[in-house]
């Protein structure tokens, strides 16, 4: 129907307007606020839910230095337990038997000049309780910054070492392999690298791994010293092991996911380690010590000379429950590439192994336990460097230096 005379004008400013207005008016008051909300309290839930999941009721809790909260949780409540494998498992608070030979004790190959034995910053706030272990708490915040809340903790990226240049993982390892292994040991000099992004990261590792006939790496069982900002929110460097039992499709850091048993009240997984080396000064390392216990198979983690950690149940693996094919040790950063250049993440000091003594980053006192299970230093070797023009090692017989700063005019 046409409008009345002498009115068209009006109404054609009335229709405009209107349309104006439709356009400037916020989409959330037209329908798509309601949608939001809606997403937004479902991912709320889901949130929560994982919370519940993570964070074990605590009997004590302690508030750490560096932000931190340190829950002091009923050793038989672990997360381990949530693990189906593990529904009935008895907790055993030492190993059956332990590798009688083996003895911590300086490397003459490298300078140590250690500062006092590696702690954590919530020490300085208070212990946790016999009768229980202490678990860094997971926080609302680290949830909603995750990339994905079901993935928060899990690996992001396989990172078995390999002599492909990748264009994301930069390698500076020693690997060991052609025999059996029943364990392992290293002294891993501790750094506070420079990370770049913040979903990129900065680790010392060793890895144990088994693989089938094909060659596929199935089962790992790792640990090191890390900095990784977008699972831990600051660039601090913090102490972490990994597991998988089916090439990275599954398993996690620390204990977010169920499976390593911890009998280790004193120190957490996840929390910060104090304190760093010094260019040109003091260094400070923890000693990793991994071992199979023969009498219940289990995979056993001491840290130093009297923090055994905990151990992994042999139910978790299908090859490693029998023992390992290979043994590496190392750095390994993520290179994302931002604006086509070479990330200027370090590793280790972020100084090329030539520098040596008090200026490269070093793994010491390196060890397997092999076939004959005997603890013996490395045979037969070879390192995988992906890059070394980035990051560089140099070897010596039972110890080797590496690093790099990333990003220079010799790595573009």
């Not at 750490?64 to 829950?71: A, H, K, L």
């Not at 972020?350 to 040596?356: I, K, Q, R, T, V």
Request: hydrophobic residues 30%.
């Amino acid at each position: 129907m046409a409008p009345p005379c002498g009115s068209g004008r009006r109404w054609m400013r009335a229709v405009k307007l209107t349309l104006l207005l439709f356009f400037l008016v916020p989409m959330s008051s037209v329908g798509i606020r309601n949608t939001n909300t809606i997403f937004d309290k479902k991912k709320k839930l889901e949130i929560q839910r994982q919370l519940k999941r993570l964070n074990k009721p605590a009997l004590k809790t302690i508030k750490s230095p560096d932000g931190d909260i340190i829950d002091c949780v009923d050793i038989k409540k672990q997360p381990a337990f949530d693990h189906p494998l593990l529904k009935n498992h008895t907790i055993q608070m030492r190993p059956g038997s332990y590798p009688e030979e083996f003895l911590f004790k300086e490397s003459n190959n490298v300078s140590s000049n250690s500062k006092p034995k590696i702690t954590q910053s919530w020490h300085l706030n208070g212990r946790c309780p016999e009768g229980t272990i202490p678990i860094r708490r997971t926080k609302e915040e680290d949830l909603l910054r995750a990339s994905s809340v079901a993935n928060y903790g899990r690996q992001k990226y396989n990172s078995i070492p390999n002599d492909d240049n990748n264009a994301i993982h930069e390698y500076a390892t020693l690997i060991e392999e052609g025999d059996t292994y029943y364990g392992m040991n290293a002294d891993i000099n501790v750094w506070n690298p420079h990370v770049q992004e913040q979903n990129e990261f900065s680790l010392a590792q060793f890895w144990l791994a088994a693989a089938d006939n094909n060659g596929v790496n199935r089962d790992t069982i790792e640990g090191g010293v890390m900095v990784y900002h977008e699972m831990n929110q600051d660039y601090r460097t913090r102490l972490f092991t990994f597991w998988t039992n089916n090439g990275y499709q599954s398993g996690c850091y620390n204990l977010l996911c169920p499976g390593f048993v911890q009998t280790d009240n004193r120190l957490a997984f996840g929390a910060s380690l104090e304190p760093y080396s010094d260019y040109g000064g003091d260094q400070s390392s923890v000693n990793f010590f991994v071992f199979k216990d023969n009498v219940d198979g289990h995979w056993w983690l001491q840290l130093g000379d009297n923090f055994i950690m905990g151990y992994w149940p042999s139910s978790l693996f299908s090859i490693l429950a029998n023992s390992a094919t290979s043994v590496t040790w190392g750095g390994e950063v993520i290179n994302e590439q931002r604006g086509g250049q070479h990330t200027t993440t370090q590793m280790g000091s972020g100084h090329f192994a030539e520098e040596g003594p008090k200026r490269a980053s070093f793994f010491q006192n390196l060890k397997v336990i092999d076939h004959e299970v005997v603890l013996r230093g490395p045979r037969d070797n070879r390192r995988i460097v992906t890059h070394p023009n980035c990051y560089n090692l140099l070897k010596g017989d039972d110890f080797f230096y590496y690093g790099g700063p990333g990003r220079s005019p010799i790595c573009p």
